[in-house]
């Protein structure tokens, strides 16, 4: 069976530290990956894909980056947080297909003060 | 853009009672985009509930059912009879076929809970 982690669970940050949340999916080779996030009171969109390693296209633009630095890793990062990328961030997969079905992990609450 | 408009919650409704949350999207880029409905349940994360690519076709899961209305352009949520496992927040959702990024275009969820 295909499970998909994050981590950390939550976050609490500085403005203008640095931050990097991480996804690991186990159990399925090659998946499509995404980067969704929503703030508080917000809608739930989409930040970034990726389709295999190294490669990852942007969405959205928030000051944020990611990256697909193996198979079954993707990685969201900053150098500088901003009070606006408080919020929940997801991380989902699926598989290589139009209108396959997206798996989502359980999320990682960041809190910027 | 593309957007996804649904009931504004909290919806609340007794036990055996109906459901129906309301789903309209608007999809610029494209006329028949596909349709999700996406739940979250408490402690749990978001997982599919159904999905329906062709208009004018109806999905269904635990009781659940939703059909694609192109002339309306809705794709309604509808229960007959709740119960306390179906409290939980639901997102309607679309997605572009063909467009690579399998993007989800999500509302802003619907919580729903059972009158005490």
């Known amino acids: 069976a295909q499970t998909i982690h994050q981590w950390p669970v939550a976050e609490i940050k500085a403005v203008g530290s640095p931050l990097s949340l991480g996804c690991t999916i186990k159990g399925k080779s090659s998946p499509n990956l995404y980067w969704y996030w929503q703030a508080t009171g917000g809608t739930l969109q989409q930040l970034f894909y990726s389709i295999t390693v190294g490669q990852v296209e942007s969405v959205v633009q928030l000051n944020l980056s990611a990256s697909r630095p193996k198979d079954d890793q993707f990685i969201l990062s900053t150098e500088k947080l901003l009070l606006s990328h408080s919020g929940f961030y997801l991380c989902?997969?699926?598989?290589?297909?139009?209108?396959?079905?997206?798996?989502f992990g359980p999320g990682t609450r960041l809190t910027v003060l | 853009g593309d957007s996804v408009t649904q009931t504004e919650g909290p919806v609340t409704v007794s036990e055996s009672e109906s459901l129906i949350i309301n789903c309209t999207y608007s999809a610029t880029s494209i006329a028949y985009p596909n349709l999700f409905w996406y739940v979250r349940y408490p402690g749990e994360g978001l997982q599919l509930l159904l999905k329906?690519?062709?208009?004018?076709q109806k999905g269904s899961s635990r009781g659940f059912e939703a059909t694609y209305n192109k002339e309306t352009t809705s794709f309604h949520l509808q229960k007959a009879s709740v119960q306390e496992s179906d409290s939980a927040v639901y997102y309607c959702?679309?997605?572009?076929?063909?467009?690579?990024?399998?993007?989800?275009?999500f509302g802003k969820g619907t919580k729903f809970s059972l009158i005490p």
């Open positions: 959702a679309l997605d572009l076929p063909g467009t690579g990024s399998n993007r989800l275009t």
């Open positions: 989902a997969w699926s598989l290589q297909a139009n209108y396959a079905e997206q798996f």
């Open positions: 329906v690519i062709t208009a004018g």
